[in-house]
């Protein structure tokens, strides 16, 4: 009847009171573990009111359950605190294995059995699976009995059983005996599959870490577990954390365990980085701490010998380069490390570099001019370049050197090494060496340095086409070496004139080439532009650049040598017969052309010049011949102020010219205005008058009218009449011998 009102929804403690009576009356009437016999010996034994057969009743249906029930498992260890009754301890037991209750929270239980010896499947190995990982204490002799023969536990479980066999061995030394070929067997096996954590790396330094065990194959499996660090981080919000090498570009994440991970680190320059909950990256202010499972120093100088596995590679580059030791074990690391395919190309260089410096300082100069033709000269440092540079040439690797030129200023090199450069370059190759900037600047430079070598003087004479003035200087010092320069001569004059440069320096490489070539049509344009020169510019021309011009005239005209040599000679007052014949014929066939220049009137004292010449006043400008020049003039004594514009004529190549006729005291005023692209220059304002100077005898119309003006003002009645009297009878003869057409 009692259960019948607890199926009904009754749970009122009277009703649970009555039924623990009964059953401590009858206790065989408790059969079954139902949710109301639970319940009622629950009450009971929070009471305390259960009988000891109601216990033993109770006890041995709990170790029929199949499964955990958390109300019986609290009953049963209230009941065991009250009475250590082994059957008590067994169900407690037995109901947590069935649960597959590993946590350290129940590990005192299983501790309880194993030392009450409790006979219950799996209790050892729940034992080993509830005890905290941490424990250093010897483990119970029952359960390291059992487990000589026994292995039916996990790897990470063996591996903490046997770490505590290993940690206690000094105090019992016949159990580590039992153990040892168990263990070393097991620490083998994980070693070959690279696992690693604390209890492992005990095993591994118990039984590996020694030179009289290290093999090749032991060693490459240490090598790539004796970097790993066991990182802690308290922060609750970090869920994984990443480590970046930089020599190999590489990353691994790995995700937080209870604030552990374990990390690979092999390098100095590794980066750590943190991932937190919401997927943001973190590597400052972050709290952690790190520390090898392993000792990696002394596994290091064990395993060293024997590996060349990658991660062991780069630590032994870093330790050795941040020690600054050089020795041939580490120049065999160096080497080791040039053979990593991933390895970035900053450290590929880097160690390249060290490995070169090693071989040059030792001169093992097969090495040395291995390593130097690997080296990509484009990963170089700036630092180093130079270094490397000079390596090269002294190594006669002058192709690759002279590809490095362009990242220099020859200033920053040793004068030596560039001379052996150049001389590397250029020899045995005189005779099918090729134009090349780069060798051309860089005997440019040592020319110029004052390293006159003759293939360097060779090389610039064949090639070399710059400033004029840096190639009159390498013209001389070829000259001085007795060199062959006909075609350098020609360059020179081309370049002078292509620059339009000051020409006198060249006169004497002009000399030189007209002796070999006196036909070359440089010949001429040399010529052609001095002459221009000193017409239009007034520059000063070289005398014997005119005596050229007065023989080329006797095979052919040219107006520039012509005109270049009249107007130098238009001063000259020792001229020949021949000569002043030859003038006076040139300028008319000049003026035939309309070609008039104001220093023909120089001549007017050795020959006669043509009419045209003789009553007039020239006003010449020299200007760009593309521009447009205009004079501007007036009468000083016009009542008009006025002036009056006209185009001047483009006479010769820029001279322009205005023909004024003019009469005694009565000037003319004029400025000249340039126009190009439409805008104008206006020059200063000048005056033009007649020549006082002007000889008595001459006899055209106009200088009549002049000598006539002059006389009145000096009172000269005489003169006046005389030149009266010759201008009526010129009048008179004209009019009468000539007729209008």
């Given at each position: 009847h009692v259960k019948e009102q607890f199926d009904g929804g009754c749970t009122s403690p009277v009703l649970y009171h009555e039924a623990v009576l009964v059953y401590n009356e009858e206790p065989f009437l408790l059969r079954e573990l139902g949710e109301f016999e639970i319940q009622v010996m629950n009450y009971g034994i929070e009471n305390k009111m259960l009988t000891k057969d109601s216990i033993v009743q109770y006890t041995y249906?709990?170790?029929?359950?199949?499964?955990?029930h958390p109300l019986i498992f609290k009953g049963l260890t209230s009941l065991y605190e009250e009475d250590k009754r082994e059957e008590i301890l067994s169900s407690i037991c037995s109901m947590l294995i069935k649960g597959l209750k590993r946590s350290n929270r129940y590990h005192k239980w299983f501790k309880l059995g194993v030392e009450a010896h409790l006979r219950i499947t799996g209790m050892y190995e729940y034992y080993i699976y509830s005890i905290d990982n941490n424990t250093d204490h010897p483990l119970d002799e029952p359960v390291l009995l059992y487990f000589i023969y026994n292995s039916n536990i996990s790897d990470r479980k063996k591996a903490f059983l046997y770490a505590n066999v290993i940690k206690n061995k000094?105090?019992?030394?016949?159990?580590?005996?039992?153990?040892?070929?168990?263990?070393?067997?097991?620490?083998?096996?994980?070693?070959?599959?690279?696992?690693?954590?604390?209890?492992?790396?005990?095993?591994?330094?118990?039984?590996?870490?020694?030179?009289?065990?290290?093999?090749?194959?032991?060693?490459?499996?240490?090598?790539?577990?004796?970097?790993?660090?066991?990182?802690?981080?308290?922060?609750?919000?970090?869920?994984?954390?990443?480590?970046?090498?930089?020599?190999?570009?590489?990353?691994?994440?790995?995700?937080?365990?209870?604030?552990?991970?374990?990390?690979?680190?092999?390098?100095?320059?590794?980066?750590?980085?943190?991932?937190?909950?919401?997927?943001?990256?973190?590597?400052?202010?972050?709290?952690?701490t790190i520390h090898p499972l392993l000792d990696i120093k002394k596994c290091v100088d064990i395993i060293g010998p024997y590996s060349e596995n990658p991660l062991l590679v780069l630590y032994l580059y870093n330790s050795y380069g941040k020690n600054h030791v050089v020795t041939e074990e580490s120049i065999s690391i160096r080497e080791k490390l040039l053979s990593l395919d991933n390895l970035k190309d900053y450290y590929r260089s880097e160690c390249l570099i060290s490995l070169i410096d090693y071989y040059y300082e030792n001169r093992i100069n097969d090495s040395l001019d291995r390593w130097l033709n690997e080296l990509d000269i484009e990963l170089v440092g700036s630092k180093e370049r130079i270094k490397v540079f000079e390596y090269l040439i002294a190594r006669g690797?002058?192709?690759?050197?002279?590809?490095?030129?362009?990242?220099?200023?020859?200033?920053?090199?040793?004068?030596?090494?560039?001379?052996?450069?150049?001389?590397?370059?250029?020899?045995?190759?005189?005779?099918?060496?090729?134009?090349?900037?780069?060798?051309?600047?860089?005997?440019?430079?040592?020319?110029?340095?004052?390293?006159?070598?003759?293939?360097?003087?060779?090389?610039?004479?064949?090639?070399?086409?710059?400033?004029?003035?840096?190639?009159?200087?390498?013209?001389?010092?070829?000259?001085?070496?007795?060199?062959?320069?006909?075609?350098?001569?020609?360059?020179?004059?081309?370049?002078?004139?292509?620059?339009?440069?000051?020409?006198?320096?060249t006169y004497q490489v002009f000399i030189d080439f007209c002796k070999d070539d006196k036909k070359n049509e440089i010949i001429k344009a040399y010529l052609i532009y001095n002459a221009y020169r000193y017409l239009v510019h007034d520059t000063p021309i070289n005398k014997e650049l005119l005596k050229i011009m007065r023989e080329e005239l006797n095979y052919g005209s040219n107006d520039f040598y012509l005109l270049a040599w009249l107007k130098y000679n238009s001063t000259n007052d020792q001229l020949t017969e021949e000569e002043n014949t030859f003038i006076e014929i040139s300028i008319v066939n000049l003026e035939k052309k309309g070609i008039v220049l104001p220093f023909f009137l120089k001549y007017k004292k050795h020959i006669d010049l043509p009419g045209r010449l003789l009553d007039k006043s020239f006003v010449e400008y020299k200007a760009d011949p593309n521009k447009q020049v205009y004079i501007h003039y007036r009468l000083l004594s016009s009542e008009r102020d006025e002036y009056i514009t006209e185009l001047m004529v483009n006479v010769f190549n820029g001279i322009h010219l205005k023909e004024f006729v003019l009469f005694y005291n009565d000037p003319i005023q004029y400025y000249i205005?340039?126009?190009?692209?439409?805008?104008?220059?206006?020059?200063?304002?000048?005056?033009?008058?007649?020549?006082?100077?002007?000889?008595v005898e001459a006899n055209s119309r106009y200088n009549q009218i002049n000598i006539m003006l002059k006389a009145i003002e000096s009172q000269d009645d005489e003169t006046l009449l005389e030149i009266m009297e010759q201008y009526v009878m010129s009048e008179y003869i004209i009019n009468k011998c000539f007729h209008p057409l």
């Open positions: 249906l709990t170790a029929r359950m199949k499964n955990f000094s105090v019992n030394q016949e159990i580590y005996q039992s153990y040892l070929k168990k263990m070393k067997l097991f620490a083998l096996k994980q070693l070959e599959v690279y696992e690693i954590n604390k209890d492992l790396a005990l095993l591994y330094e118990e039984f590996f870490c020694h030179k009289e065990v290290m093999t090749k194959d032991i060693a490459d499996h240490l090598s790539q577990v004796c970097f790993t660090y066991q990182l802690s981080c308290d922060n609750p919000n970090i869920v994984s954390v990443t480590v970046y090498h930089r020599e190999l570009g590489e990353e691994k994440t790995t995700s937080l365990e209870d604030g552990k991970a374990l990390i690979t680190i092999y390098s100095d320059n590794a980066q750590i980085f943190f991932t937190d909950s919401y997927g943001n990256k973190h590597k400052l202010y972050i709290q952690y690797g002058y192709s690759k050197a002279k590809k490095m030129l362009k990242d220099f200023h020859f200033q920053d090199i040793k004068i030596k090494s560039l001379v052996d450069l150049s001389s590397g370059l250029l020899e045995g190759s005189k005779v099918d060496i090729e134009k090349d900037e780069d060798l051309l600047n860089l005997c440019h430079y040592l020319y110029q340095s004052g390293k006159e070598k003759k293939d360097i003087l060779a090389y610039l004479i064949r090639f070399y086409y710059g400033p004029t003035k840096d190639m009159l200087s390498i013209w001389n010092g070829a000259k001085a070496s007795q060199m062959e320069t006909s075609r350098f001569e020609k360059r020179i004059l081309s370049a002078s004139l292509f620059a339009e440069s000051n020409l006198r320096d205005t340039e126009i190009e692209d439409g805008e104008e220059n206006i020059t200063e304002t000048f005056t033009l008058q007649y020549d006082k100077d002007m000889p």
